[in-house]
């Protein structure tokens, strides 16, 4: 596995995943990667969902493929049109396979946060029984992904040039607060060995404090 060094600083600000590491170019065809790499190959034999930590075997109907990066936002951000129009963008095709942005996530909840904002809302907000707090579009994760969720945005942002769905300072610390676990980094490997490149921010999380 390839290991971010030390750089200059003067240097620092120019790499991005696209220099460094790479992004995805493997693959370009969503519907076969959700089918055979990402349900065929790195949940093969079930796991946790994302977010509510719950244990599954299978996709069935209660479990579905989420985006830490939402394809609603993608399309918006690429400004290719409607879902039907997108799926002929080339450029498209190729950051929607990311796996590094795919996650496991209970249908009910993955639909009801796909236009919503990554906020800190605070206690006044009743969590619920995933630790989720949501409010007028906007969804504070649980504590144990923040760090996560902020590694994959920053990927995002980072490799494809996506816009920040939220504040920086917001995904800054939440990478501080919840550094990479073995879940995390267990994953990350796979989703590698697989796709063929790293997400830089999970290796090296203090790169995110210099978006």
């Not at 939220?166 to 610390?173: E, I, K, N, R």
């Not at 501080?176 to 267990?186: A, F, G």
Request: one cysteine or more; charged letters at 25%; aromatic letters at 10%.
């Amino acid at each position: 596995m390839k290991k971010i060094i030390a750089i200059p600083a003067t240097f620092a600000l120019m790499l991005s995943t696209g220099l460094v590491i790479g992004q995805n170019t493997r693959f370009s065809d969503p519907e076969s990667v959700i089918k055979n790499e990402f349900w065929g190959k790195l949940y093969a034999d079930g796991g946790t969902s994302f977010f509510c930590d719950v244990p599954f075997k299978s996709k069935g109907f209660v479990m579905t493929d989420g985006y830490v990066y939402p394809l609603a936002d993608i399309r918006s951000a690429l400004d290719c049109g409607t879902n039907s129009q997108c799926k002929h963008d080339n450029r498209y095709r190729q950051i929607v396979s990311d796996m590094h942005n795919m996650v496991v996530v209970p249908t009910r909840l993955e639909m009801r946060r796909r236009t919503a904002r990554y906020e800190n809302l605070g206690e006044t907000i009743n969590t619920d029984d995933c630790g989720i707090r949501e409010s007028n579009q906007f969804f504070e994760p649980p504590e144990h992904v923040k760090g996560d969720v902020a590694r994959t945005m920053a990927y995002m942002v980072d490799t494809y040039g996506l816009p920040w769905l939220g504040a920086t300072p917001v995904f800054q610390g939440w990478s501080r607060m919840d550094p990479p676990d073995d879940k995390e980094l267990t994953r990350h490997r796979m989703v590698a060995e697989i796709q063929g490149n790293e997400n830089p921010f999970v290796t090296n999380p203090d790169l995110i404090n210099r978006l």
